[in-house]
DNA sequence: TTATGTGCAAAACATTTGCAGGAGT
DNA sequence: ACTCCTGCAAATGTTTTGCACATAA
């Protein structure tokens, strides 16, 4: 883990970024806390907050200001798209190619000193448009 | 306003709608409430939220999910993309092209039912990064 | 040793909701 | 009249923060 200097390895940031490096699944603050929660059960959520926010700004995670309620967090840091499901709220990964260029159109037409972008593709996923008998049965 | 039936046309729904197209900032709930009050003080903050939420699934208006901490509504509910400034939190509208066809793209390779997508471009505002004097002193 | 980090609890925000009274149709 | 809607206030959910103690360097 590149670390800025003053920034220490504690265990606690370790297990963070390794917890969160197993999934794929874009985790909010709070599913981390319980990922982490399992293996430092005495954790604090702030710290878990503190952390994930630490790691975002040195750039080696990724913060996902996604529709929804709650920020997300990727370990996966190199540039791609995201699909959010509408129903249930489940961020994916979505492969289609990144699209540097309109980065410079951007710059070009706006007065804005561009940094860049992010696609957001909404829909609904298998598991909402395929619900089980009993997912049927909770939802009425 | 295009209203469904049952849905009843109250003074501050019409407000709340006049003052948001009055306005091409993207505000936020609280500033449309602030908006709001000025001409109905007794508006409650919960009424704004309702009726906002409400316009937005009837599709009067558009709720926008960008980054930063709040919601923000926009009256022009053409598909268009914006920007938003990392450092004041403003959304512009910004004038690229709209991509329709990707969204066959990511229906072909996601197994999302897909409704669409949003592009949110991220940079700096003129405002911000010419500050003017006062500015300066204000954040140092 | 000493600055930085942690756990805990409280605070700060943004948004939603229950309810009694008010108003559109 | 009969619903639906509003104002108000309290509740909820997410994120941030203050502080005394702990710990990496």
Chains 1, 2 share one sequence.
């Not at 970024?17 to 604090?44: C, Q």
């Not at 700004?57 to 913060?63: A, V």
């Not at 909402?128 to 939802?139: F, I, R």
């Amino acid at each position: 883990m590149q670390l800025p200097p003053q920034m220490r390895l504690t265990t606690q940031r370790q297990i963070i970024l390794e917890e969160l490096e197993k999934v794929t699944s874009h985790p909010t603050a709070n599913e981390v806390y319980d990922m982490v929660r399992k293996r430092l059960p005495r954790i604090g959520l702030g710290t878990v907050y503190r952390n994930l926010e630490l790691m975002a700004e040195t750039g080696i995670i990724l913060k996902l200001e996604v529709g929804g309620t709650q920020k997300r967090f990727d370990a996966t840091i190199a540039p791609h798209y995201h699909i959010r499901c509408v129903s249930c709220g489940k961020v994916d990964d979505i492969d289609i190619p990144v699209m540097a260029e309109i980065d410079k159109t951007a710059a070009e037409i706006s007065q804005y000193q561009v940094l860049g972008h992010h696609i957001e593709f909404s829909g609904v996923c298998w598991s909402c448009s395929n619900p089980t008998e009993e997912e049927e049965t909770l939802v009425n």
